[in-house]
């Protein structure tokens, strides 16, 4: 049996709990019966915490193989998949981008009915672990290549450019 367990970072932490702490000190203030943006507030600071908390369950996988079984298991053990090893076809490797990792590859495992089961880059440490677990146990379907990469490759110095020549602008004016 052999497993692979993902890990969160201190700042994805750091802001769930800093919403659900924020909706709960907003619950316990006595302003909460008297005024409705109080409470509006508090119930929108414990949405974004709570769909904090179900997104990190959601991509951050536990990769149990037992035999001929594997078994995805969410972070807090709210989502959990139970495949037989036959039930996936192979994986295809995507390119993605990201403010953390920047440009990078993430390996995603296709089943028999084409759902797709995603190892985000940024949840497991030793992303060499997954990519030796998918090459070793499937078929390679694939690479399937980050959308608009040319565009953006062209538009980001082009935009970049113009957004200092802009804050140079307004440097100036205030300047005089």
Known sequence: MSTIKPTVKFVSWLITSAFLFFSVLLFLSPYFMVDWKVWSLAFLALSLGLALLWGLDYSHLTIKQDGDYLTFVGYFNGRKIRRKVKEIKG??????????????????????????????????????????????????????????????????????????????????????
Request: positive net charge; aromatic residues 16%.
């Open 91 to 176: 994986y295809r490797i995507e390119e993605k981008a990201d403010q953390y990792s920047g440009h990078h590859e993430e390996y995603q495992l296709i089943t028999q009915n084409d759902k797709v089961i995603r190892f985000p880059r940024i949840a497991y440490p030793n992303y060499e672990e997954i990519r030796t677990f998918c090459a070793s146990n499937f078929e390679f379907l694939g690479h399937k290549p980050l959308k608009y990469a040319e565009i953006m490759g062209r538009l980001m110095p082009i935009i970049g450019f113009v957004s200092g020549v802009l804050a140079l602008l307004v440097a100036l004016k205030k300047f005089f």
